[in-house]
């Protein structure tokens, strides 16, 4: 016999939710922008590092739009691809910086540091905006995640051009982006991990519904 409980409804998303989430996109996508371009000019492994994670920010924000209505499954499954993208990002960069360890160049310290500074100032305000969000399902949880990370890894961005500067060798630089891609691999693998039980708990919900 059907039970005649019903089912709990899905979260809705915060209130300003939404909104934020495109502000984020848009100043990711300007600033994927600018950090690739002084990436190649500049010749820094951290730097490109952090222009990757802009550019998968950006996708991530706007796969969170994509599913922000649905269900908890849907967003949970959301959820799940933006932490495995955040953990191949991790590993992408560790391949990156042997790579340029090899090859034995050393960056441009000046390029380095204005450029971190600036995106130190948009990941600051995205992660400020999203703070009140940290707390909320895998997805949100995901997004406000992608934000520290980038604050964080703008900081280290500044502290290895600092290193370059005063050492004149790639190894702070190569060591910073170590550290930026340990960083996302954890992330990837936490959210993965709260978004298994989203799915979880909506796959409940629904055979409780449908029971």
């Not at 002084?38 to 796969?63: K, P, R, T």
């Not at 500074?117 to 990941?123: E, H, I, V």
């Not at 910073?176 to 891609?181: L, N, P």
Request: with cysteine; hydrophobic share 55%.
């Amino acid at each position: 016999m059907a039970c005649s409980c019903s089912a709990p409804e899905p979260k809705s998303p915060a209130p300003g939710f939404r909104k934020a989430l495109w502000i984020a996109l848009w100043v990711n996508l300007a600033m994927f922008l600018v950090e690739g371009y002084a990436s190649l000019q500049s010749g820094s492994v951290s730097l490109m590092a952090d222009a990757i994670d802009f550019f998968g920010d950006s996708a991530n924000y706007l796969l969170s739009l994509s599913v922000l209505s649905m269900g908890m499954i849907w967003r949970g499954r959301a959820a799940m691809v933006k932490g495995i993208t955040m953990a191949v990002f991790g590993f992408a960069v560790m391949g990156r910086a042997i790579w340029v360890l090899q090859s034995g160049i050393t960056p441009e310290p000046l390029t380095m540091g204005a450029v971190g500074l600036l995106a130190l100032a948009a990941n600051a305000g995205v992660a400020i905006m999203l703070f009140k969000f940290r707390e909320g399902d895998s997805d949100m949880r995901s997004v406000w995640l992608c934000s520290r990370n980038d604050a964080i890894g703008n900081i280290a961005v500044m502290v290895a051009a600092l290193g370059v500067f005063g050492t004149g060798t790639a190894w702070p630089d190569l060591i910073v982006a170590a550290i930026m891609g340990t960083l996302a691999i954890t992330a990837g693998i936490s959210v993965v991990r709260h978004a298994r039980n989203d799915i979880a708990q909506g796959k409940t919900a629904e055979a409780i519904h449908t029971g």
